[in-house]
Every structure is written in structure tokens, then in C-alpha cells.
């Protein structure tokens, strides 16, 4: 059994190897998958409902919620199982928000 010491021991390490290697600490490739596809069928066979879902699929199934107004029924319908595993969480980032500016033209390119 880890002790609270061992972790952040272990936490450490991780984080140290990082910050050398200039990447995230969990990357692509190790399984993350598949080991929350093996949590998911065991919630299953101990009787809980999962739904398991890639995380940029549901925030654009959320977004078009928002778009005709049936953001509450589609989130309702998200939380119903009793485990919810979302997949890639945080894998790649959003793409950036368009932005109005008084110095650009119609054509989307800068003023004068």
C-alpha cells in the first residue's frame, strides 16, 4: 500500500519528468483508453449504467443544445447512467474564439 508520502513521492517524479521532457505527464499511447473502457465493463458487471463517450463529442452535442434550445434535456440525458467515463478529456485544445474587431474588413482581413 502507497503511503501519502509514496504518492507525492511518485507524483513528484512524474511532474519532474514532465517538466524535462517539455510534455504532459499522462501522454498518448499508454492505454488511458483502455483502462477506462476495463473500469467501465467492471461498473457493468457490478450492475451501474455507464456511458462512455469522447469528450469533444459531447461538448459539441452540448453546443448545438444551446443552439435549438435543448441544452437542459441533452444534459440531463448525460448525467443519467450512473458512471459517465469521458474519453480524451483535455486531449487537444479548443479552437480559438473568433474575435470582432472595428479594424478588419469584410473579407475577414485587417483594415488599411
Given at each position: ?6 504518492r507525492s ?7 519532474k ?27 457493468i ?48 485544445c ?19
Amino acid at each position: 500500500m502507497l503511503t501519502t508520502s509514496h504518492r507525492s513521492k511518485n507524483r513528484a517524479e512524474l511532474q519532474k519528468r514532465a517538466q524535462i521532457a517539455n510534455e504532459p505527464a499522462i501522454t498518448s499511447g499508454v492505454g488511458k483508453t483502455h483502462v477506462a473502457q476495463a473500469l467501465g465493463h467492471q461498473a457493468i458487471r457490478q450492475g451501474a449504467n455507464v456511458r462512455f463517450a469522447k469528450t469533444s463529442r459531447v461538448l459539441a452535442e452540448l453546443a448545438g443544445g444551446h443552439a435549438d434550445r435543448t441544452w437542459d434535456k441533452r444534459i440531463r440525458e448525460l448525467i443519467r447512467p450512473d458512471v459517465l467515463i469521458l474519453d480524451d478529456f483535455a486531449m487537444l485544445c479548443p479552437p480559438p474564439r473568433p474575435t470582432t474587431s472595428t479594424n478588419s474588413s469584410p473579407n475577414g482581413r485587417a483594415g488599411p
